[in-house]
């Protein structure tokens, strides 16, 4: 090892360029290199997934054998650094783009917005105000534009791109409270089939836990009218304030949507802002199909979408969009002194002026660079797939002797369970199985599926929106529940 004048030892293998430049810097060759080998290792993986299982873990134990330990204090060649990242990192995780990869919600990016992503990383843009990132903030402006109109919402609509629907939630309910008028005792109201991140984004804008109120649904999953009325009024009558109603536009475990349209009415005759959760269903909307199903929702006060779902992107990027903006923009609009200059005049927005984030990446990037690369037609069909692979998967549940359904197939979304129609079996027992069928296609397939509790009772969940997920892959996976079913029965 070298000794330079300062006697600081100098490693071997330095990337750095002379000693003029930053220590933190790479010579242009070394950068070239580094990013080659890092999309030929992007590329390659995403070749070889369907090759791979659809799931890849191991214990904490191991990893931190493997990673934990202190920061070096002299660096070493990004080309080992890389392939370690490869080796003991990145494998180690769900294949979410994985064909066969069914449980929660799955997401398989395009390559254009993954490559949006790193070139939004590289120009190191801060989407926080129209003075600090102008074409960004255009950008990101055309995308929310496609997608008011998508929705049918009026020109007068605006909102944001953000990390997701949990982000969302939490800017739409800062948007409920304020319409409001942020009263006291408030409460807010979604399904047993709603998701979790609207419990917390209500207990962020300060309503009480106790304070949410959970409706109960129909038969097919969506929220029971009646009994919405009844909790409202209750409400009302004992001194609690509704702020705000969040309908379903294809429920994470059932893929229900709610009576949007009925809500609307409802909503509109009380003054109660309406939500309509559409973070992973919402994308559904360019198709003819998606557009029947979601009719009202164009009514809704704001609407959450995630496009790391079924617009195939990569994450994070969700998106909010209200049908008056400037009831985002009163309570999110502040303006210290250290951002006095950046206010260009009512024509130029400031993102930061519409959600929780100041600085923030640029996402409409990714979105923009997918539809440009390969049209909205590919994007129809994509999505329109997806639905009819589930409705397929419902029809071979049925005809099985030995599957039953739990929730038909809605939005991509089928839920199901073993349970032959010759046997006569309890629900403990059923349960029983279809958790060790679940185990099984975990530990022993190389699909991957969650569960879920429709009316209580267990249940295997297939989420069917990978744009490369082929008829092959589903069935293959209803054949392996059904051979796994019967194994575990004839130990019973």
């Not at 709610?258 to 994308?283: K, T």
């Not at 390969?374 to 049925?398: K, N």
């Not at 403990?428 to 429709?454: C, G, H, M, Q, Y």
Request: charged share 25%; net charge negative; glycine share 6%.
């Amino acid at each position: 090892m070298q000794q330079p004048q300062d006697g600081n030892p100098t490693p071997e293998h330095s990337e750095n360029p002379p000693s003029a430049q930053s220590e933190l810097c790479m010579s242009p060759e070394l950068m070239l290199d580094l990013a080659r080998k890092s999309a030929e290792l992007l590329v390659e993986r995403i070749e070889n997934v369907p090759m791979r299982d659809a799931w890849d873990g191991d214990f904490r134990e191991a990893l931190e054998h493997k990673l934990m330990e202190d920061p070096p204090e002299d660096g070493r060649p990004g080309a080992e650094v890389l392939e370690q990242v490869a080796r003991d990192i990145l494998p180690y995780a769900l294949r979410l783009d994985h064909p066969k990869c069914f449980a929660f919600v799955p997401s398989a990016p395009t390559w254009p917005g993954i490559l949006a992503d790193f070139l939004a990383a590289g120009y190191n843009i801060n989407q926080a105000t129209w003075l600090v990132a102008s074409g960004a903030s255009q950008l990101e402006l055309v995308v929310l534009d496609w997608i008011r109109c998508w929705l049918g919402y009026p020109e007068e609509a605006g909102g944001l791109l953000t990390s997701g629907g949990s982000a969302a939630s939490v800017d739409a309910f800062v948007a409920a409270r304020e319409a409001a008028g942020n009263p006291e005792r408030s409460t807010v109201y979604m399904s047993d089939q709603s998701h979790s991140a609207f419990i917390r984004a209500a207990m962020i804008v300060g309503v009480r836990r106790e304070c949410v109120r959970i409706v109960p649904c129909d038969e097919s999953f969506r929220m029971d009218m009646k009994a919405l009325e009844r909790a409202v009024a209750k409400d009302r009558a004992t001194g609690f304030n509704p702020i705000a109603i969040c309908a379903n536009a294809g429920a994470t475990a059932t893929g229900a949507i709610d009576p949007i349209d009925a809500m609307a009415n409802y909503c509109e005759s009380q003054g109660i802002w309406l939500h309509v959760d559409a973070a992973y269903g919402g994308f559904a909307i360019i198709t003819e199909e998606g557009q029947k199903l979601f009719r009202g929702i164009e009514r809704a006060d704001s609407v959450g979408l995630d496009a790391h779902k079924w617009l195939f992107q990569p994450y994070e990027v969700g998106c909010l969009l209200v049908k008056d903006l400037r009831t985002l923009e009163d309570p999110f609009s502040v303006r210290p002194d250290f951002l006095q200059d950046v206010v260009w005049g009512s024509k130029h927005p400031n993102f930061t002026d519409r959600g929780l984030q100041l600085s923030r990446s640029f996402r409409a990037l990714k979105i923009w660079m997918s539809i440009q690369t390969f049209g909205m037609a590919a994007f129809r069909r994509a999505v329109a797939r997806g639905m009819e692979l589930a409705a397929r998967a419902e029809d071979y549940v049925r005809a099985s002797p030995v599957l039953e359904i739990m929730s038909p197939a809605s939005l991509g979304v089928v839920g199901l369970r073993f349970n032959p129609k010759a046997a006569d079996l309890g629900e403990d027992t059923l349960d029983a199985i279809n958790k060790t069928v679940l185990t099984r296609i975990f530990w022993e397939d190389n699909a991957f599926i969650s569960s879920a509790l429709p009316k209580g009772k267990f249940s295997l969940r297939l989420c069917i929106i990978n744009h490369n997920t082929t008829w092959e892959d589903v069935s293959e996976t209803l054949e392996a529940i059904e051979r796994f079913g019967n194994e575990t029965l004839s130990t019973v």
